[in-house]
């Protein structure tokens, strides 16, 4: 009976590890997956958020539009105006007139002016806060790839037949004859 005591004992040493080894395997695939579905649900949470500035973005620019033509529409009036006052001013109506057009013409440039600035400021400033999310998005994939790469790195050193696969192989049962 001495004989067989080392091997029993070697054999349940084995088996410890083993049990120890798949232990930590699943702790790591249940960690694989909680940071699967973190990573999904962040990203989904971005790709949501990116769309949104999109269209916040898209709507931006046609209010862009629609004030240039508005402003442009304004522009066009005022200058019919002055041609007004200028034929007025050949029949001897008063300069005041004109001049108070062409002061309002000017402002209606400076206000078109800071609007359009005020406008492309916010543009601007989707456009950062869309890149950014972009580089955010990045770097989350570049985190999944790396912690697919250590799990697979463990699961090779332990020596698993293939990364992530859950038919993990029955160990032969011991014959108790032996």
Not at 39 to 46: I, P, V, Y
Not at 79 to 91: C, G, N, P, T
Request: net charge positive.
């Amino acid at each position: 009976m001495a004989p067989s005591v080392p091997r029993t004992h070697a054999a349940a040493t084995l088996r410890m590890k083993q049990i120890a080894l798949d232990n930590q395997s699943r702790r790591l695939r249940a960690k694989l997956a909680t940071e699967r579905r973190e990573s999904a649900a962040t990203k989904e949470g971005l790709e949501t958020k990116v769309s949104s500035l999109e269209r916040d973005l898209q709507i931006q620019r046609c209010n862009n539009h629609s004030l240039r033509n508005t402003v442009t529409l304004y522009h066009k009036d005022i200058d019919r105006r002055i041609s007004q006052l200028v034929e007025a001013k050949k029949e001897h109506k008063s300069t005041q007139k004109i001049e108070r057009m062409k002061t309002k013409k000017q402002q209606a440039r400076e206000s078109h002016m800071e609007c359009h600035q005020k406008l492309q400021a916010r543009i601007q400033e989707a456009e950062d806060m869309i890149q950014e999310q972009h580089l955010i998005i990045e770097a989350l994939v570049e985190e999944k790839v790396s912690l697919l790469q250590t799990i697979q790195g463990l699961q090779e050193n332990n020596g698993a037949s293939a990364p992530f696969n859950d038919e993990w192989e029955e160990e032969p049962k011991e014959n108790p004859k032996e």
